[in-house]
């Protein structure tokens, strides 16, 4: 496994493409407003608020965010890098998050999610992180506990939870991304 | 200076009774159990603790068996035979940097308990750590090596595969980083968030992949940097300059003084035969703590530059040759009689030491020269060590009065031009004409002599160049812009024929006046104790490696050099 | 045989015809025990609490009027916050997510009380970043409080502030550890604070004095406002009060979520008669009883624990597994704990080793890195483990494990040394021989039926 010139960023990232709207200015004021004691606490609010408009975390983002909270870029990066839901890298348009946390792999998600892998055509490069498409179409990886052991294997498809995802019923929901 | 100070306790006179090892004993209230350990002469290894940085408690290597006072059903203390508190030993062991002491507590520093947790961080530290001692700098004074010998075990139990991470990190202009040795201790981030101010390093990744980094494009180039590098326990960070240049067991250590500005920062000369392979910076609580800026750091390679004089060198023919010693002195003697008193001036650097500086002044006063001054030398101020003044020795020369802050000098190159002065001599390798002064005035003189450990333009028009010592190669004292005197020890020989400035200005004074009573620094120290007050009472022994205060410090950082 | 639950907290959970929002909240009784508590006071509310014998539902157990009383809101200068931790992330436990989806309002009522209560002007609702639609539904029934008035200024006429605000988090387990969510809410790594001197009750969010508190803890403050304090220590038994919120997932017919008054069903009765036994017909043969932290227990165990006999004389009692109340001073006797009541149950089909290699991995990569027997004791844990699970295991592996595993408990800032720590202790302790089987059968025998369940 191949080990980068220096850490925390991820080679060979192109920067986030569009630009910040007045809207996007205006709630990310607006999330910071409530941390009136201090506006360090909004970095995690403006890193949610990013990814969710450009799709990840790139150098744009920790440079927009460090600025708009009078932070260093290296306090910003070290939270992308911490936090697992920030990825630094285009994902698929519908990325999988499957469950492996003991009730779950009792329930049998190793085999949801090797149903899936299968179905999305992907190969895992051995780095951590997600497996994307080359169309750009899918992404999947493993999540840890989701809070819902009781109704094993649960997945997340972009912001849907669904629940009792067994290889049929990933089957579905892999045919139901139009 | 810095935020934090935690081996001085709050009030050193609140004392209270601790046991430490079975022995009670006094102690400052509040005081961390790790200094407490170490006023008692114990040791609790540890890494990421540092006295001036803020306490994180992440390497757990100072944990430690803590006990407090059995209390009765009275709500007091069960006391002992001995009259002291019976103690109840908690299971679960504390960490020594965040423990404050209490009236009655138990500190066991070598238990079984602490033994097996000491060995258990040790394995931990190991199993991912890079077998890389033999081409670690930090071999010999790393403190993973020192704590193994006690904690680690001859074989290690780890079959899996090493964690890896980037191994030649360019993290800034003077500092390598390599991220497999780093042990996560965040000395290096506290220090350049608390210290210097500058938020420059953090961790990326989590759990075992955490990895020290600066942001990509940004570098790690403070102008105290390299204070990292004497923080890192281990061989993560390491100094460019340094690196692969001298194994630390080789180095003799010789207390001295940084000479690159006014601050007079108290340093060690690490040395091996005859040459000076790195400074660091010695302790000293009233000056520069525990740090040193990366400039006066890295200021010593001047000492073998290609251009140092190494010999007298005779001006004749318009040319500059070697010569002897007796030789250079008498062609100085001679040049100085050939002129008048009055029409002579002197460079009396900001250089020297106060020895020599005093010597020069006995030399004047019996040849009757008053047209002396030293030049002054803009530094680059910050708020922290860097003074404004580059000079390491205004004050003395000032105490010694042969300065007026360089207002005199300023006038001398139009005096040259008009004919009033005739004779010029440079101490301290002054490089006058890049002061201020014409190469065509200093054609002009009768007698033009230079003393300097660099050849320079002003040098290369002397009639007479006597080769001198620099900083390290000189024993000596001066006194930084805050009015502390301080004293610095020769570390290596100088190099080829040079000499301390004081012989040859002794000798010179033979020569013209045949007067000589100084033969040591000894000597020089008895005569300037009783003829400049703020020296009165003191002796070479007295000013110690700390240095005394002689004066108040008027707080002034001394932005700018002195103007009388 | 009905074990009929007590369903206090998860009373309009799944009820017919309930929706989440206010208006059906408050059709049900919803607020008046804010409008109550505010006009009894905050010192009578924390009265209330500490006679209830409340204690914490997040996973330690602590009694809630004890953490309350560590601050006094009449001494203290600085501003009090209080944050709700909804990031519920100990694998084996979905209650709080039921709550926050099904019945909001309830926390928030709960919060506003516990608010009140402790002199808070500002508070956070930590809640995990995976609960896509619950931050949602949380900032919806915030909007709602405040625009009927619970929530803002002048709360029902009655002068009291409180402003709170839904923080989302992202995805890291660490965060449920109350520093650490401080940590992390103040924008840093979620690195645990070092206790002395950063207890939460003296510096915690910004220096400042603040409690953390579990969802479910919130909302029965609710209850002990509506029935006072007396009457809630009635149900369940004494020092353990109240009713507990039982998740149950894994090797059984039923799982799912369920409330029970504390200790009054025992494991064996949750199992069997709750969640319809072991399901396809196989047996039990271990269980977990408080969320992946809790050590495992055995089936076939007996117990031996301290019980006061009907004399009040302390005698030693012999509990089998399938009697142990599920409560949390029972469990504890029985050399686990009640923790985050999230209940896994593994049928004889189930390779220990395979589980406990599963729940490494969990910790290796929740690990926040920041402590040393933590950082490489737990990643090498989970290599260890991995390897005997692939078939390559060494005779010395278990003496190791357990080396390692003991070496990390006790020894870390943070209690996740001792989550990480205890199912390895426990496993190999209760299972010994499974892993030295596995062991001696090295290579390709050593791979079992079952699809492995390490990653």
């Known amino acids: 496994m191949s080990v980068p010139l220096q850490a925390g960023m991820e080679s060979g990232v192109k920067p986030e493409v569009g630009e910040v709207t007045p809207a996007m200015e205006a709630k990310a004021d607006d999330l910071i407003s409530r941390y009136p004691v201090s506006k360090r606490s909004a970095v995690l609010p403006l890193l949610h608020l990013w990814q969710e408009t450009f799709g990840y975390i790139g150098p744009r983002g920790v440079e927009w965010i460090a600025k708009k909270l009078t932070l260093q870029e290296i306090q910003v990066l070290e939270l992308v890098t911490f936090y697992p839901w920030f990825r630094q890298k285009p994902y698929g348009k519908f990325h999988f998050r499957v469950c492996r946390t003991l009730p779950c792999a009792l329930g049998g998600a190793g085999k949801t999610f090797a149903t899936l892998q299968k179905l999305m055509n992907l190969k895992s490069d051995g780095h951590e992180g997600a497996m994307v498409s080359e169309d750009g179409r899918f992404s999947l990886e493993y999540s840890e506990c989701l809070a819902s052991c009781g109704t094993a294997p649960v997945i997340l498809r972009n912001d849907e939870f669904h629940q009792a995802v067994d290889e049929k019923r990933a089957t579905e929901l892999v045919a139901g991304c139009k | 200076m810095n935020p934090w100070n935690h081996d001085v306790a709050k009030d050193e006179k609140d004392l209270i009774d601790v046991q430490v090892d079975g022995v009670w004993m006094q102690m400052p209230r509040g005081l961390n159990v790790v200094e407490v350990a170490h006023r008692s002469k114990k040791v609790i290894p540890h890494y990421c603790y540092h006295p001036k940085l803020s306490v994180v408690g992440n390497c757990r290597m100072c944990l430690f068996e803590m006990g407090t006072p059995k209390m009765g059903p009275d709500r007091k203390p069960v006391l002992a035979a001995d009259g002291k508190p019976e103690i109840a030993w908690m299971p679960r062991p504390q960490i020594g940097c965040a423990t404050g002491i209490t009236p009655g507590m138990g500190i066991r520093t070598d238990s079984a308990l602490v033994k097996d947790c000491r060995n258990g961080v040790m394995e931990f530290l190991l199993i991912n750590h890079p077998l890389d001692c033999t081409i670690c700098d930090q071999a010999g004074e790393c403190k993973l090596q020192e704590f193994s010998v006690e904690y680690g075990t001859g074989e290690s139990r780890f079959v899996e595969q090493k964690v890896r991470k980037p191994k030649n990190v360019d993290l800034g202009e003077r500092i390598v980083l390599d991220d497999e040795r780093c042990i996560l201790c965040s000395r290096c981030i506290r220090f350049s968030s608390e210290v210097v101010k500058d938020d420059v390093l953090g961790f990326v990744n989590r759990g075992s992949h955490s990895t020290l980094t600066a942001y990509p494009g940004k570098r790690f180039d403070n102008a105290y940097s390299l204070n990292t590098v004497d923080l890192c326990p281990v061989g993560a960070l390491t100094s460019k300059d340094f690196r692969f240049q001298m194994r630390v067991w080789f180095l003799k250590e010789t207390k001295s003084l940084c000479t690159s500005c006014g601050t007079g920062c108290n340093i060690t000369l690490g040395s091996r035969e005859g040459k000076v392979h790195r400074l660091t910076p010695r302790e000293n609580e009233s000056v520069n703590s525990q740090w040193m800026c990366d400039f006066g750091r890295l200021n010593f390679h001047y000492l073998d530059s290609k251009d140092r004089l190494h010999r007298p060198l005779l001006r004749a023919a318009g040319e500059q040759f070697p010569g002897t010693w007796g030789d250079a002195i008498q062609r100085a003697a001679e040049g100085l009689k050939k002129v008048k008193p009055e029409e002579l001036a002197v460079v009396a650097s900001a250089r020297l030491t106060n020895e020599e500086l005093f010597v020069l002044a006995r030399l004047l006063r019996e040849l009757g020269v008053t047209r002396v001054d030293m030049v002054p030398h803009q530094g680059q101020a910050d708020q922290f060590l860097r003074s404004g003044d580059a000079n390491p020795n205004s004050r003395g020369v000032e105490l010694l009065g042969l300065s007026s802050g360089g207002r005199k000098f300023g006038t001398w190159g139009a005096e040259i031009a008009s004919g009033k002065i005739r004779g010029l001599l440079i101490f301290g390798g002054e490089d006058v004409v890049a002061a201020g002064i014409p190469v065509s005035a200093l054609q002009s003189l009768d007698v033009l002599l230079f003393s300097g450990i660099l050849s320079n333009q002003t040098s290369r028009l002397a009639h007479v160049v006597l080769p001198a010592a620099a900083s390290a190669e000189k024993t000596g004292s001066m006194v930084n812009v805050h009015g502390r005197l301080q004293r610095m020890t020769r570390a290596v020989a100088t190099p080829g024929e040079a000499r301390e400035d004081w012989t040859m200005i002794r000798d010179l004074r033979e020569a013209c006046t045949g007067g000589n009573s100084l033969h040591s620094v000894e000597d020089v120290w008895k005569a300037m104790g009783s003829e400049v007050p703020q020296f009165a009472g003191l002796n070479w022994a007295k000013i110690g490696d700390l240095g005394v205060q002689i004066e108040n410090d008027l707080g002034v950082s001394r932005e700018k050099p002195l103007q009388a | ?455």
């Open chain 3, 1 to 455: 045989m009905g074990f009929s639950e007590h369903r206090l907290v998860f009373k309009h959970i799944d009820a017919p015809g309930y929706t989440r929002d206010i208006a059906c909240y408050q059709k049900h009784g919803g607020y008046e025990n804010l409008k109550k508590g505010l006009k009894m006071g905050g010192p009578a509310i924390r009265e209330e609490v500490k006679k209830s014998q409340l204690r914490g539902r997040g996973g330690a157990g602590f009694p809630t009027g004890t953490k309350w009383s560590f601050i006094d809101p009449t001494k203290v200068t600085k501003p009090i916050y209080l944050i709700c931790n909804a990031d519920e992330s100990e694998p084996g436990t979905f209650k709080d997510r039921q709550i926050i989806y099904k019945d909001p309002h309830q926390l928030i009522e709960g919060m506003i009380l516990s608010c009140f209560a402790n002199g808070v002007k500002l508070a956070y609702l930590y809640i995990r970043c995976e609960f896509t639609e619950g931050w949602k539904i949380l900032e919806t029934a915030l909007g709602e409080a405040k625009a009927a008035g619970f929530l803002g200024k002048n709360i029902c006429q009655s002068g009291y502030d409180l402003e709170i605000h839904v923080h989302r988090g992202a995805g890291a387990y660490i965060c449920g550890e109350e520093t650490g969510l401080i940590e992390s809410l103040e924008g840093k790594r979620a690195y645990p604070r070092i206790k002395p001197p950063y207890f939460p009750a003296v510096l915690g969010l910004y220096m400042c004095p603040t409690i953390v508190n579990n969802v479910e803890t919130l909302c029965n403050v609710k209850h002990i406002v509506e029935m006072g304090g007396e009457a809630y220590a009635k149900i369940g038994r004494p020092n353990n009060t109240g009713t507990r919120l039982l998740c149950v997932s894994g090797d059984v017919v039923k799982p799912g979520y369920y409330e029970f008054p504390c200790g009054a069903i025992t494991l064996g009765q949750l199992i069997y008669n709750v969640c319809g036994g072991i399901r396809n017909g196989r047996r039990l043969k271990a269980v977990i009883p408080g969320g992946s932290s809790a050590k495992v227990l055995r089936a076939g165990e007996v117990f031996k624990i301290k019980e006061k006999d009907s004399q009040g004389n302390m005698v030693d009692r012999e509990v089998k597994l399938e009697d142990l109340r599920m409560d949390f001073d029972s469990l504890a006797a029985a050399g686990s704990m009640a923790g985050s009541g999230g209940v896994i149950v593994m049928d004889d089909s189930r390779d220990m080793v395979e589980c406990l290699a599963n729940i490494s991995t969990f910790y290796a990569h929740e690990s926040c890195g920041q402590c040393t027997p933590c950082r490489e004791g737990v990643l090498w844990l989970k290599k260890i483990l991995s390897r005997i699970a692939d078939g390559q295991g060494r005779d010395n592996d278990p003496g190791l494990l357990k080396d390692v595993a003991d070496r990390i408990a006790g020894r870390t800032i943070c209690a996740f040394g001792e989550a990480a720590a205890w199912p390895v202790q426990s496993f190999l302790g209760k299972f010994k021989e499974e892993f030295q089987l596995r062991i001696r059968r090295n290579g390709a025998a050593a791979k079992r039926d079952t699809v492995s369940l390490t990653h």
